[in-house]
């Protein structure tokens, strides 16, 4: 069956310490891996997008950058975090042109203090 | 670039009253996909619809049912006799193509309260 993997479900990180979420999806291949955020009572943002192994498209200049080393694993880091990375951070995938909806994960809550 | 707008910021009903959603979009695409997904206070997303631009039939699944007029480039969601497990942040969603992949557009949310 097809999941994903989204870890840690929370973090509380100082302002300055580095980042690193992760996301993994199993159950398929080659497929199309989304960073979203929510900040708080709002909609989702795309962050970042991924269409392979080493692919990254950025969605909005910020301080967050995102990796895929391998074809199921998506992550996220920050070098410094600041107050404003707060929020809910969601991992997605689809297959195909993704037509068919898109699957998320369970979501990271990050707090900056 | 493609918008979604969910006008209704918060809505409050009481339960076992009907409640629609508003949604409308802005694309300049002949081909589109629309969403709705459900947010419940756990915060994950979990997919409601998806109905393509060429299909404009109405949809109904239980006490729920969607609206898809083209005409006035609207999606919205109708909960009949709401309940207490209705009550979630609701999204509606655009499809977009771009650079090879298709990303969601999603709308600011409506936060629906339903009480007992």
């Known amino acids: 069956s097809q999941t994903i993997h989204q870890w840690p479900a929370t973090l509380v990180q100082p302002v300055g310490s580095p980042l690193s979420l992760e996301c993994t999806v199993e159950?398929?291949?080659?497929?199309?891996l989304y960073w979203y955020r929510q900040a708080a009572g709002r909609g989702l943002q795309l962050l970042f997008y991924s269409v392979g192994i080493g692919q990254i498209s950025s969605e909005v200049p910020q301080n967050l950058s995102a990796s895929r080393p391998q074809d199921r694993q998506f992550i996220l880091s920050s070098k410094k975090l600041l107050l404003s990375d707060s929020g809910f951070y969601l991992c997605?995938?689809?297959?195909?042109?993704?037509?068919?909806?898109?699957?998320f994960g369970s979501g990271t809550r990050l707090t900056v203090v | 670039a493609q918008k979604v707008t969910q006008a209704q910021t918060e809505i409050s009903v009481v339960e076992k009253e009907d409640v629609t959603l508003d949604c409308v979009y802005e694309t300049r695409d002949t081909t589109y996909y629309l969403f709705w997904y459900k947010q419940p206070p756990s915060g994950e997303l979990v997919f409601l619809i998806r109905r393509n631009s060429f299909d404009e039939q109405n949809e109904i699944s239980g006490r729920y049912s969607w609206n898809f007029q083209k005409s006035t480039s609207s999606f919205n969601f109708t909960i009949t006799a709401s309940q207490v497990v209705d009550s979630a942040v609701y999204f509606c969603a655009l499809s977009e193509t771009g650079r090879g992949a298709q990303k969601l557009v999603f709308g600011q949310g409506t936060r629906l309260t339903i009480n007992p």
């Open positions: 159950g398929t291949s080659n497929p199309n």
């Open positions: 997605a995938w689809v297959t195909g042109q993704g037509h068919y909806g898109y699957t």
